[in-house]
């Protein structure tokens, strides 16, 4: 394996700590104000889900501080004001959902633990490309398995297993990403080799091509077959970004939007929802199809967003629930009514801050493996978030996925646990107390 | 691969600063817009109800016209008018279905919490997460006056309209008309409630939503001669100057005439009569010649300096609530229709007006010379009970020299000692008045008019009533007789008799 990197630069506690005392107080904050907002008193479960906050936020900075003491400081506390501020919507919004997404965020900053804990290096990966990949596989196809997939508002991303239902893909990204940093590392020296010419290109040999077509067909396997537009468009994308990033070669991105290209006319030829999607997404306000079903929750969702205007009706003072999935696809509207511009910028400033840590990480990662999967983590959650902030305020045509760490759901919740764990792994380098070699 | 981790850091910052981009244009740029597409009015219109809508408050600074209180239904706040249907006209309504009317609309800045004086208070509520609050309006409303003005209109079967203004500052004490209305039912929260309420109200043929106190015009008859007198004392009569006394008034180009009322010869039948004189027995025939003698010209400018519009709807003067002033028309629409100057003169024909407008004229009069423009609010005063806006009184116009209001003082004066209006005579206290039988139509009974101010010397209150088509005595009535007696109950209460 590679060289063994060792990091002795221990952050000080005080700016570990103190990023983390601010995550905890904007997070219990935004909590304590829309209990005052919905009810104009302090919420009757205060001081548990204080106590949650607290204790879960303090453990994880434990963990780091033992397991992973060179992880940039900022990372856990970035995504932690994340999901203090997503908690504080779906509270406002239901509090029965933020019993739920309470107990969720439990057993996220419990698989952060024990990622961070058990990954002590993350090269350790890297010795499973095929046995992650497989795994990563079975997670994406597990909904298409009769008997136990479900079909939720149109498509089939659920696994219901008695009374425990998720969304095995939500994990199967990150199994993906790693395997995809690990195939591509080993690969990357053979799909640098340009071999044939077609016009001003050069191309790989066509064996080597065939990954890129094999992710393209897997991917509209996932759109014909889950009918799910956004998980099928998110991996078609971190697969060539990463396939680009490994290999260096821009003809990649060529191929993959020509590729990305034919595969949106298909879809949008072939399928009835595709061409409805567009639809919404270009006329979504026209006053003819504002009541209309679709079109409506993509107007709400836009005349939310005009009526929190730039400082919004406050937490607890707006109308969020005339949004339609408030809580999930479009938290983002639901926090730019009632927080208005200044939070939806502060959010979309916590995501550049969350995707710049990660990509800080990847330049800064000394082995390829690391750097590649650092880079494929950090582009997971920035296309993501872009997929889904740029569907809600009609960027693109809206595509259902979470807003990461923000939306309420359990399966997203940890699963970017679990990937931020892996981020805070390789950026502090393998855990303190074992040589490797 | 760094080079290409650089790049994609860049493209996916690309990407942010389109949604960033994106987010200002829905928040900010196009925000008016959306607010106002149709799919939006659910939200705009919990938006508007979760703010605390500040009160209305009479003069005394604690009875409530109206209030906001919490409601359990969907709407947050619920719009109260704790005095039903007697400060109707003046509050207005605030109905989720039909929107605002009156002091609810022209004061919506500061009840909703919307004006910039309340910025500071709408972000610290903001900050604490508490509902918006508006501001809360005094205005100059007396409920006891309102009140006593009230009991006097139900006492009388015809439908009655009453201003009582204060003379020095323009405030509005009380002003009432029937048939009024109670706004709390168009407040309410359920649509059906609602719309009941407004079909009824707009299938009376009385319309009740309308104030026939300061919405609606009406002819004002012989009250209309403290106009034409001003006229003529502004144009170098005196109240002893003399006229011919005939026992009509032909007039000229036709062969119609004036006629005093029931037909009498004033004066006994004197070959002359005063100017004093011809306003105490309200003798139109002199009326007539006056108006003849001075012309159109003349009447119309002295209208103007009282706030008489040439056409209706100009509102020249400002109210802090929209109402319709009196109509006199220009000059020029006289112009070979003489008849219709002398006829003007005695306020019939082309001229109009309503009690509010005549209480504000009758008491200039008292008022030395000097017109002030009706104020309903005084001040606005934050959540927190700080004036953060007071409203001056002010001046509106001075329609006559101090002399001459101080000679015309005298002759209303002596309209209630020994003319037409006797009925308004209280012990103790000089009023000044004129009585009006207004004609408006054939077969139809009179408006009977009283236009009056209290104490002579030094006014505190102008009162005007009219009884709308003869109310008890139907075409017998007189204003001496049916409101003369209203006027002086309500200056009664005014001085607090």
């Known amino acids: 394996m590679s060289r ?5 630069s221990r952050v000080p506690l005080g700016s570990a700590l103190g990023f983390t005392i601010t995550a905890l107080i904007l997070s219990v904050g935004a909590y304590v104000i829309a209990g005052y907002g919905k009810r104009g008193q302090l919420p009757a479960k205060f001081v548990i889900y204080a106590a949650i906050f607290a204790g879960g936020y303090a453990l994880a900075l434990i963990a780091i501080r033992r397991f992973a003491p060179a992880a940039d400081p900022a990372l856990f506390a970035t995504a932690g004001v994340l999901v203090g501020l997503g908690f504080a919507m779906i509270f406002r919004l239901s509090g029965g959902l933020a019993t739920e997404q309470a107990t969720w965020i439990v057993v996220g900053l419990a698989a952060f633990v024990v990622t961070i804990v058990a990954v002590r290096d993350h090269r350790m990966l890297d010795a499973y490309t095929y046995s992650i990949g497989l795994l990563g596989l079975i997670l ?59 016009g001003p290109f050069r191309l790989p040999a066509p064996k080597h091509l065939a990954p890129v077509l094999f992710a393209w067909a897997g991917s509209l396997a996932i759109l014909f077959l889950q009918r799910d537009l956004g998980a099928s468009l998110l991996y078609f994308g971190i697969f060539v970004v990463m396939l680009w990033v490994a290999t260096g070669r821009a003809v990649y991105l060529v191929i993959g939007v020509v590729l990305f290209a034919v595969g949106a006319y298909l879809g949008w030829a072939l399928f009835d929802h595709v061409q409805l999607r567009v639809d919404v997404w270009l006329n979504a306000l026209d006053p003819n199809k504002v009541f209309d079903v679709g079109y409506g929750q993509l107007a709400q969702a836009q005349l939310g967003m005009a009526t929190g205007g730039l400082v919004g009706a406050g937490l607890g003072q707006g109308s969020p629930g005339l949004i339609p999935f408030a809580s999930t696809d479009f938290i983002f509207a639901a926090i730019g009514e009632e927080l208005g511009l200044l939070g939806t910028t502060a959010l979309l400033l916590l995501y550049v801050v969350l995707v710049g840590k990660g990509l800080r990480i990847a330049l800064e990662a000394r082995d390829p493996f690391g750097r590649l999967l650092a880079t494929g983590l950090s582009a997971l959650i920035g296309l993501q978030t872009f997929v889904i902030v740029g569907g809600v305020t009609r960027v693109i045509p809206l595509t259902g996925v979470t807003l990461p760490f923000v939306s309420y759901g359990g399966s997203s919740l940890v699963s970017n646990f679990i990937l931020l764990a892996l981020l805070v792994r390789i950026s502090s380098g393998p855990a303190p107390g074992r040589a490797v070699t | 691969m760094e ?35 149709p799919a939006n009015a659910l939200r705009q219109l ?19 016209l109206a209030s906001s209180r919490r409601s359990s239904g969907d709407l947050k706040y619920q719009r109260r008018y704790p005095q039903g249907d007697r400060f109707a006209h003046l509050t207005g309504f605030y109905s989720f279905v039909f929107g605002r009317t009156e002091l609810e609309q022209s004061f919506n800045d500061y009840l909703a919490g919307e004006a910039a004086e309340l910025l500071p208070q709408t972000l610290a509520d903001l900050v604490l997460g508490r509902d918006k609050r508006g501001a809360t309006i005094v205005t100059t409303l007396q409920p006891e006056l309102q009140e006593a003005a009230i ?58 939503l309308v104030s026939r106190a300061s919405d609606e015009l009406f002819p004002p008859g012989s009250t209309f001669k403290i106009v034409t007198a001003s006229a003529a004392l502004e144009n170098g009569f005196g109240p002893e100057s003399t006229w011919p006394n005939p026992r009509e ?127 309903l609010v005084t001040e606005v005063r934050d959540p927190s009970g700080r004036v953060i806006q007071e409203f001056a009184p002010e001046d509106f116009s001075e329609p006559l020299s101090s002399e ?12 209630v000692e020994g003319g037409t209006g006797t009925a308004a005579q209280i012990p103790g206290v000089s009023v000044a008045g004129k009585t009006g039988t207004a004609q408006h139509g054939e077969g139809e009974a009179p408006h009977a008019w009283f236009v009056s101010f209290a104490p002579a010397g030094s006014p505190r209150v102008a009162v005007a009533v009219v009884v709308l088509d003869g109310g008890n005595l139907g075409s017998e009535a007189t204003g001496g007789q049916v409101a003369a007696p209203i006027a002086r109950a309500v200056i009664e209460a005014a001085l607090g008799l």
């Open chain 1, 4 to 8: 063994a990197v060792v990091r002795t």
């Open chain 1, 140 to 198: 994406l196809m597990l909904p298409l398995v009769p008997g136990i997939g479900r079909t939720i508002n149109g498509a089939r991303l659920w696994v219901q297993i008695g009374p425990l239902g998720f969304q095995p893909a939500e994990l199967g990204k990150v199994l993906i990403v790693i395997f995809l940093a690990s195939y591509l590392t080993q690969k990357r020296e053979l799909l640098q080799v340009a071999t044939t010419r077609l």
């Open chain 2, 3 to 37: 080079r290409q981790i650089r790049r994609l850091g860049i493209g996916l910052l690309v990407l942010f600063l389109l949604l960033f981009a994106q987010v200002n244009f829905i928040q900010v740029f196009a925000a008016e817009d959306l607010e106002n597409n």
């Open chain 2, 46 to 64: 919990r938006t508007e109800y979760s703010v605390d809508r500040g009160e209305i408050l009479a003069a005394d600074g604690t009875t409530v």
């Open chain 2, 151 to 208: 009991q006097a209109a139900e006492a009388e079967s015809g439908d009655v309209a009453i201003a009582a203004v204060d003379p020095t500052t323009g405030n509005v004490l009380a002003l009432y008309a029937e048939p009024t209305y109670d706004p709390n039912q168009l407040a309410s929260q359920d649509p059906k409630v609602v719309r009941a309420a407004w079909d009824e109200l707009n299938e009376d043929p009385d319309k009740p």
């Open chain 2, 249 to 375: 008034l032909d007039l000229p180009l036709t062969d119609a005439t004036i006629q005093n009322f029931g037909g009498t010869h004033c004066s006994g039948g004197a070959a002359q009569i005063t100017l004093a004189s011809a306003l105490q027995q309200s003798c139109n025939v002199t009326f007539g010649e006056v108006g003849l003698e001075l012309g159109a010209e003349a009447l119309a400018e002295q209208a103007r300096k009282y706030g008489f519009s040439a056409e209706p709807g100009e509102d020249v003067i400002p109210f802090d609530i929209p109402w319709v002033s009196g109509v006199f028309p220009d000059a020029e629409t006289f112009v070979e229709r003489t008849p219709a100057v002398a006829i003007s003169a005695i306020g019939q024909q082309d001229v109009a007006t309503n009690v509010l407008h005549m209480a504000l004229v009758a008491g200039s009069i008292g008022n030395g010379g000097v017109m002030m423009r009706p104020r």
């Open chain 2, 404 to 415: 001459n209001a101080a000679a015309l003082t005298q002759m209303m004066v002596s309209v």
